[in-house]
């Protein structure tokens, strides 16, 4: 009697694991815009980006990627950052969330003032600025309508690399916590994000 053949079953792809960063923002609307930038099905990592809701404090910052990690399965290889201004927060709330990341294994990256300056080196060094209101005006000269919840993306992509150049330069030597002067250390994880894309070479 002849042998029944067996269904031929399609095996399913074996997918490599893409290394996870969670990202919890203080900004409810232009971080996860302009992090969105890193994410797609055809990048080497994911990102799982927590943007604040109605408590943007930087312990609420924290306690949201907290409870995120808490959710993930992350591998050893995955990464944690908060991403927040220093604008309005006592030194006391930042001295906290930094202890606070110190002991989950949390990176940390701070914008003086806020997270537009971070954006404003994109175009230029930054130079001085004021206050948070000065920083969106000075914005504002390379990016006419931006306001929270409309930035231009595309105008920002090709520039990453002149902006982590810049905030390097302003990082020396580089600072323990968070810049005490006009600066930003989200170039931190900006520049992790494009080497892992492979968009710039590793060194």
Known sequence: MAKKRRP??????????????????????????????FNSREATIRLKVLPSRHRTSPRHVLERAEAAVKEEKLKKADETWLVIDMDQWP??????????CQS???YLAVSNPKF???????????????????????LRHYLPDYVKGNLAVHKLSPKIPDAIRRAKEKDQPPCKKWPEQNGSTVYLLVEKLFVETACLPKE
């Open 8 to 37: 031929f079953r399609r095996r399913k792809p074996v997918l490599d694991y893409r290394k996870l960063f969670v990202i919890a923002t203080e900004g409810r609307k232009t971080e996860p815009a302009y992090f969105g930038l």
């Open 91 to 100: 030194a006391d709330q930042l001295e906290e969330v930094f202890a606070g």
């Open 104 to 106: 989950a294994g949390f």
């Open 116 to 138: 537009e300056y971070w954006l404003l080196l994109h175009f230029e060094d930054g130079g001085v600025v004021e206050s948070s209101r000065a920083c969106s005006e000075k």
